[in-house]
């Protein structure tokens, strides 16, 4: 998982929370989505602790509140009851919502699904969404000091300084961009410098950093944000992985058919263009685990202006600690039910 865009643990600025008696409830349809699920004991990759912890969850549920500035604003024309009234929550029960493809497009296609949305926007409508919410908000949203620091972040996970790192990570991949339309001058500069004598990997590291696009600030994000790993996409992802000793390997990525993942930027894009949090539940492997009761963890995602319906929540699985480059988000479905008591729940949100 990539560097948050802003900090996920303090509360963003909220409007009123949607009156249910003036449009359908938002939990009505969550309800109304015909989702099929299945039993976590079916689903593959989960230690028995794991799936334990996640079959309460699906049995007892999670309580969610709406944050409590949207029920203070609703009573601001003194007609809906006692001033400092508790908001009402909301318990979620989550059943697995089945697997998604690993073709990169993961988090979209997931998301798709647990929010129940109709088949005409898919996950590359999804993605696409992401991306003109992102630079909607780095063009006109945010402040410049604001602007540097996403800036940062972006170079910090796709183009980093290979002089650090190397006490957290074994491997470190910095990520380029080729236009597809400059694929054959890219392999003729290549071949040039091998027939000069010059290895061939090393030939194309130093042809690829050259010419093309380092993804390295926002408007480079945003680029490598929209492939999908489609004959639509206008450019290639090509990346170049590193140890301490020097270059591993390169995937120049041949075929055109890698996607790029998405990350905690892409999470709260989604957020904000569909003003709603999301929470990611995280399983990782068994090397990442510490005890039952704290193998499976809760991240919150909120979106930077307003919060106008319940959350969502996707499922994430990891090979190892930090997800060793395997995370791989599914979705899963959120059934409403009524508050009985707050001492039966799973979980408090």
Known sequence: MGKLLCDSTTSSPVIPWRDPTSAPSPIDAIAAVDQSTSSWENVSGLEPQQKRHLTRLQHKGVLWKPPADLNNNNTDDGDNGDDGEETAGVVFRLSHGG?????????????QRAMGLNKGLDGKELRRRTVRRFLEDFRDGIGEEERESINEAIKHMYFPDLKCGWGVHVVQEVKLLAKKEDREGLDQGIEELVNLGMQRELAAESIYKERCIAVDDGPSWAKYMSISGSSDDEHDIITLQ??????LTIDENRDGHAAAFGDDIAI????????REIYVVQAHGSDAMVDEENCVFFLPHRPRSQICDP????FMKGTGWCGAGGDHYEPLIAHPSSLLSQEKVALVL
């Open 99 to 111: 697997e998604v493809e690993a073709d990169g497009n993961c988090l979209f296609t997931a998301s």
């Open 242 to 247: 590193y140890t301490e000793e020097g270059l």
């Open 268 to 275: 709260e894009c989604l957020a904000t263009e569909f003003k």
């Open 311 to 314: 959350p969502f929540f996707l």
